[in-house]
């Protein structure tokens, strides 16, 4: 199973920036998919989840108001809008699929991304 994130990069404090995570047309069977997000020295982290229009979504904590998720199924992406982001943003952000709603539940992914880095910094 292929993920593939893009859109990480270097933005400055209170900038946004939307990561994309596409997937094999074949493939694009999840019944939900999320992003997931490890800064350094620290621990993965949930972010954001959902299974489409009509289905459950989830947003973290840390960044509800400020994250937005969305699913594009003609184009097999799932998208996270991050809008007046902080230092504290800065991560490796983790593209997710589950053929399940698992929430923030991480061992509940079957497929996990490479990752895309996203720096903030003045």
């Known amino acids: 199973v292929q993920l593939q994130a893009s859109g990480g990069g270097l933005v400055r404090p209170g900038d946004s920036l939307r990561l994309s995570c596409a997937t094999s047309?074949?493939?694009?069977?999840?019944?939900?998919m999320g992003w997931f997000r490890q800064a350094p020295g620290k621990e993965r982290v949930f972010v954001a989840a959902?299974?489409?229009?009509?289905?459950?979504?989830l947003v973290g904590d840390a960044v509800k108001g400020r994250f937005t998720i969305s699913i594009d199924n003609a184009k097999h992406t799932v998208f996270l809008q991050m809008n007046n982001v902080n230092a504290e943003d800065t991560a490796v952000y983790y593209c997710?699929?589950?053929?399940?709603?698992?929430?923030?539940?991480?061992?509940?992914?079957?497929?996990w991304g490479q990752g895309t880095l996203v720096t903030v910094s003045s």
């Open positions: 047309e074949r493939t694009f069977s999840w019944y939900a």
């Open positions: 959902t299974s489409g229009a009509g289905g459950p979504s």
């Open positions: 997710v699929a589950s053929q399940r709603w698992s929430g923030s539940y991480a061992p509940g992914y079957d497929s």
